[in-house]
T-cell receptor, first 113, second 114 residues
């Protein structure tokens, strides 16, 4: 158990819809990261938050947004969903220190029909 | 443009033998490298790492080798055990390390045959 909690574990929705994925980081970790893993793809970095502030942005689509709340949990919002958005979405956390190790949640599997 | 490449999608090794997983990178700014292991239905877990100031790091059965001139690193598992069957991701970090925006490869599925 990494200590990172993601909900929901599975989500099936239709094209055009909007979903919210939630992540609770390990106790004490200030950094939260979101990654997307599509079929036959590696882990694509989407976005990072540190103590409530956006810190780094990767290949995140404009239809996607994220935020980190004062209690440090984070939400990833995916809107106007397309079939190609079907993927595993992982949240990870770290203490933000140099050479900090990432601790991953079990992921949220999104299926867009 | 893939900055971290794992060219073998899968690798099959007999139990007890050595498993060698390879990873190549293109960004010369990368200075810290990590290997993560992933079982089905679980998130990736950290396995071992190496800083660019070293060329080898060992942790039990796992050793990571770094060849900076070739921009290549490899993970050696000796001896391989059935529980090592998993997907292994190579990851790299630039700009002084830290977990900011780790760049991952696509992974290699290691299968340990009994």
């Amino acid at each position: 158990d990494s200590g990172v909690t993601q909900t929901p574990k599975h989500l099936i929705t239709a094209t055009g819809q909007r979903v919210t994925l939630r992540c609770s980081p390990r106790s004490g970790d200030l950094s939260v990261y979101w990654y997307q893993q599509s079929l036959d793809q590696g882990l694509q970095f989407l976005i990072q938050y540190y103590n409530g502030e956006e810190r780094a942005k990767g290949n995140i689509l404009e239809r996607f947004s994220a935020q980190q709340f004062p209690d440090l949990h984070s939400e990833l919002n995916l809107s106007s969903l397309e079939l190609g958005d079907s993927a595993l979405y992982f949240c990870a956390s770290s203490d933000g220190g140099i050479y900090g190790e990432l601790f991953f949640g079990e992921g949220s599997r999104l299926t867009v029909l | 443009d893939q900055q971290v490449k794992q060219n073998s999608p899968s690798l099959s090794v007999q139990e007890g033998r050595i498993s060698i997983l390879n990873c190549d990178y293109t960004n010369s700014m990368f200075d810290y490298f990590l290997w993560y292991k992933k079982y089905p239905a679980e998130g990736p877990t950290f396995l071992i790492s190496i800083s660019s100031i070293k060329d080898k790091n060992e942790d039990g059965r796992f050793t990571v080798f770094l060849n900076k001139s070739a921009k290549h690193l490899s993970l050696h598992i000796v001896p391989s055990q059935p529980g090592d069957s998993a997907v292994y991701f190579c990851a790299a970090s630039a700009g002084g390390g830290g977990a900011d925006g780790l760049t991952f490869g696509k992974g290699t599925h290691l299968i340990i045959q009994p």
